[in-house]
């Protein structure tokens, strides 16, 4: 089970850090991916990260501003989102895998989503 928080709603230029907390299977084992889903639009890959955290792979999009750590103790990886733009508002969904991935279709367990809206 996946379940993210820390959604809501920032100004544009602000911060923001997503958390999903895992339970339910070896959270080291898994790489962890978030994704978001804007209204109208297909879901996008954000990033990934590898099971003992050494790697991470972002999206264009997002690289420089979003940063994805986990903390394998507490079973949770976390989305620090800074310099937010009114093009990240999304629903953000966190994904755990075997692999670090860029396509939805090689996660197998998904969060619920969190909403984060960006205004002006």
């Known amino acids: 089970q996946l379940v993210e928080s820390g959604g809501g709603l920032v100004q544009a230029g602000g911060s923001l850090r997503l958390s999903c907390a895992a339970s339910g299977r070896t959270f080291s084992d898994y790489a962890m991916g978030w994704f978001r889903q804007a209204p109208g639009k297909e879901r996008e890959f954000v990033g990934t990260i590898s099971g003992s955290g050494t790697n991470t792979h972002y999206a264009d999009s997002v690289q420089g501003r979003f940063t994805i750590s986990r903390d394998n103790a507490k079973n949770t990886v976390y989305l620090q989102m800074d310099s937010l733009k009114l093009g990240d508002t999304a629903v953000y969904y966190c994904?755990?895998?075997?692999?670090?991935?860029?396509?939805?279709?090689?996660?197998?367990?998904w969060g619920q989503g969190t909403q984060v809206t960006v205004s002006s």
């Open positions: 994904a755990s895998g075997r692999r670090p991935a860029t396509r939805g279709i090689e996660y197998d367990y």
